[in-house]
Each structure stands twice: as C-alpha cells, then as structure tokens.
C-alpha cells in the first residue's frame, strides 16, 4: 500500500467509531455553508444522509485502485444527475466533510491527513464530474409501472417502461429508482431483473419484511400499474464477460435472483456454448417465487441448469442449506466465471466459498449494496 492510500486508511481509524457524529456534523455543516443544497436530501434526513457519505467513504478507501474505481466513480457521477449535483455542490460537499472529519477526528488529526483526504476527494468528484458531463442522457427517466404482481406478503415482480427516451443499460446492472408519490427524494438501488429489450421495459424484484424499508415497502405494498416511479443511470459491473469462453456459475439468494434472471435472457440470445449453472436459494419453498419461470427456461434451453434450495425448511424437496453451502457441493467452479447476488452476508460466505475452490478472483463479479 502507498503512503497515500495508507494515511486514508489510518485516519480513518480515527472516526470509524463515530460515524453518527461525523455524519450530524457533515450535514449540518454542509447546510449552514449552503442551506439551498437542503432541497436535494429527503425531508426526512434519517438513514438517507448517510447514503452520500458512505459513497464518499467507500471511494476514498479504495483510491488505491483507480484503475478498477474509474468506471465505478463515472457511473456514481452519472447516477448523482439525478440530484441536479454540480461541481460547486461537490466543492461545497468538500469542505463539510474536511470540517467533519476534522472536529469528529480530535486531536489525532493531523495535516498530512488532511492533505490526504484532500486530493482524494479532488480525485473522487472529478472522475464522478467526468462521468456526469459525458452522459447525454437526461438526468433521470419518468417511468409507468405496467405490472405489479405480489409474491406473499413480503415480494412484488414490478415492470415498468422508461418513458421519452430509451434507457440504456447492460443485463446484471443496477438503478436507482424513486417513488416521488410516497418518499419524495428518496432513492435505492435495485438491480434490473430482465436483459435490455426494444420496448425500454425494465423488471423489478423487490422484496421486504413489513415494516422494514421505506422504498421496498412502497414498491410492494403500494404501487399499481399506471404510477409513477423515477430510474437513474444505470450502474454495476456484473455484466457478462463476452469474451469468455468459461462455463458460467450464477449463485442467486432471494432477490438477490434479479440480475442473475437478467443474464440469463441475455445468454438465450447469444449462447451457445457455455454451460450456464444457476443456484437459487431461499429460506423456505414459498420464496422460490421465480422457480417456475427458471424451469420454463430449462426445458428450452440445454446449456441451463437451475439447483434451487431451501435453507429453513427441512422438509424441502431439493437441496437444503445456505444456498453459499450448496454451491460447494457441486464443484469445485475453479474454471468458471462466477456471479453472486444476495445479500450482504450471503455475498460474503459465497465469496469465501469460491476462494477455497481457488476460483481466480478476477472472474467472479458481484455488486453488494452493503459491506462486503
Ligand atoms: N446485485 C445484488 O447483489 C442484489 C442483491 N440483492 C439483495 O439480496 C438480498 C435478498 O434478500 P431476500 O430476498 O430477503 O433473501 P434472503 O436474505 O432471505 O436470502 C435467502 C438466501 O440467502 C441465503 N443466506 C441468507 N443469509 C446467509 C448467510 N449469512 N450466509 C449464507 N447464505 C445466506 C439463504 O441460505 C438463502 O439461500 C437483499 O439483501 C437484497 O438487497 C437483491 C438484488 C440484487
């Protein structure tokens, strides 16, 4: 590691504890130096602020890799439109966050540190101004849900058409996406459950315990055809390497099935080859919501196979088990290229279970939401 990413990292240390004061301080600094910016944050702060600055966090812990961040920070620019974000905003972000990081950091603090956290902002929001200035598509897209289809309590299939223009995307990439009607500037990320298609429709799997979820929870229990929602620029990097010629591991928990569904409808169009292995996994049967439609496809098409398996019902027909647990049974994947989705904590025990197999880690790809 370089002594740039180094100071990062170790000063960092000195406010990791303290994430809810260094957040109250960012915002309320960021406000008093221009209280119009309040206008782009929700009118509840809870939750939502942090978003932005863990952005910031994430990227400057990983500046050390410019080359592999760079696509990364260009899409985060290009999905900040959607706030109407300018360079002065990010300039005025900045100087909130160097004085938050200061007065939370304390006497630990240093000037070097300073300096540090400095330049890799500088070099964090000019990739994400690039990024933004060389998108020609609008801000955001108006979007009408065209169907809404409950799985249980918890699980909705939403599709919508992008209206005015077409949206681009890549099958496995991700949106972020806005009920204006319920939660006004509050904006999550869901991955594109369909491959890209003529009639600009995209898929939703959304899914969320009562209760839980401000976004998730509106798309499932309050959305019906003919609303409106709101999608920004598409994101994520577990899109299909057509270089390849390796056989294909796809490893699915709950919705995390959502951009796996996307690569295999993009693999039906251009596949002939590869051996396209999908592992689905749920706590209990009634959750395999997409199970039917992944059956349809394996009479159709020779090169797929679908292993769904269930890890709270013993009873279940199939394989029993975390679904990480599961795909171990059926290696070792050391010549595949591998796609993982789910949760946090799933992603993370797949990801374990990979490495043992010795699978090179340049060929798996996996977006996570939270920490991996
Ligand atoms: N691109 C992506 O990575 C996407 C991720 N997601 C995320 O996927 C998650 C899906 O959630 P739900 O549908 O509620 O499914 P869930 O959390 O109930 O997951 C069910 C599956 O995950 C496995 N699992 C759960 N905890 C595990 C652990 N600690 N270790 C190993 N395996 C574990 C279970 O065995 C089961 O196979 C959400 O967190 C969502 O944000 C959703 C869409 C796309």
């Given at each position: 590691?370089?002594?740039?990413?180094?100071?990062?990292?170790?000063?960092?240390?000195?406010?990791?504890?303290?994430?809810?004061?260094?957040?109250?301080?960012?915002?309320?600094?960021?406000?008093?130096?221009?209280?119009?910016?309040?206008?782009?944050?929700?009118?509840?702060?809870?939750?939502?602020?942090?978003r932005i600055l863990e952005a910031i966090v994430t990227a400057t812990q990983t500046v050390d890799d410019p080359e592999s961040f760079d696509e990364y920070l260009r899409a985060l620019g290009r999905d900040h439109r959607k706030y109407h974000v300018d360079a002065a905003h990010y300039a005025t972000m900045g100087v909130a966050l160097l004085d938050a990081l200061r007065s939370t950091a304390g006497d630990g603090w240093n000037l070097e540190y300073d300096q540090a956290w400095r330049e890799a902002y500088q070099a964090i929001t000019a990739k994400m101004v690039a990024g933004a200035d060389a998108d020609d598509n609008p801000p955001f897209w108006h979007a009408e849900v065209l169907t809404h289809e409950r799985h249980g309590a918890d699980t909705a299939v939403l599709t919508v058409r992008a209206l005015q223009h077409p949206l681009p995307f890549r099958a496995g990439q991700y949106v972020s996406l806005e009920a204006p009607r319920h939660h006004p500037r509050v904006w999550r990320t869901y991955s594109v459950a369909n491959a890209p298609n003529d009639d600009n429709v995209l898929e939703f799997h959304v899914r969320t315990p009562e209760g839980a979820g401000w976004v998730s929870g509106a798309l499932v229990r309050r959305t019906r055809p003919g609303d409106l929602l709101r999608l920004a620029a598409p994101m994520g990097s577990m899109t299909l390497d057509t270089e390849s010629t390796r056989d294909i591991l796809c490893v699915a928990g709950g919705v995390g099935l959502a951009p796996v569904k996307a690569l295999v409808e993009e693999l039906t169009k251009v596949n002939r080859t590869r051996w396209v292995h999908v592992f689905y996994g749920a706590r209990r049967p009634e959750d395999l919501y997409a199970l039917p439609a992944l059956q349809e496809l394996v009479e159709t098409y020779p090169w797929l196979s679908v292993t769904p398996a269930c890890s709270e019902d013993p009873?279940?027909?199939?394989?029993?088990?975390?679904?990480?647990?599961?795909?171990?049974?059926?290696?070792?994947?050391?010549?595949h290229d591998c796609y993982v989705s789910g949760s946090a904590r799933m992603v993370r025990a797949t990801l374990r279970a990979l490495a043992e197999d010795e699978v090179p880690p340049q060929h798996i790809r996996y977006d996570t939401f939270g920490n991996v």
């Open positions: 590691m370089d002594n740039f990413a180094r100071l990062l990292k170790e000063s960092w240390t000195l406010v990791e504890e303290d994430r809810d004061r260094l957040s109250g301080h960012f915002y309320a600094r960021l406000f008093l130096l221009d209280p119009a910016l309040r206008q782009l944050f929700p009118v509840q702060m809870s939750g939502q602020g942090d009873d279940f027909d199939g394989e029993l088990g975390d679904i990480s647990e599961v795909v171990t049974r059926y290696g070792p994947w050391t010549s």
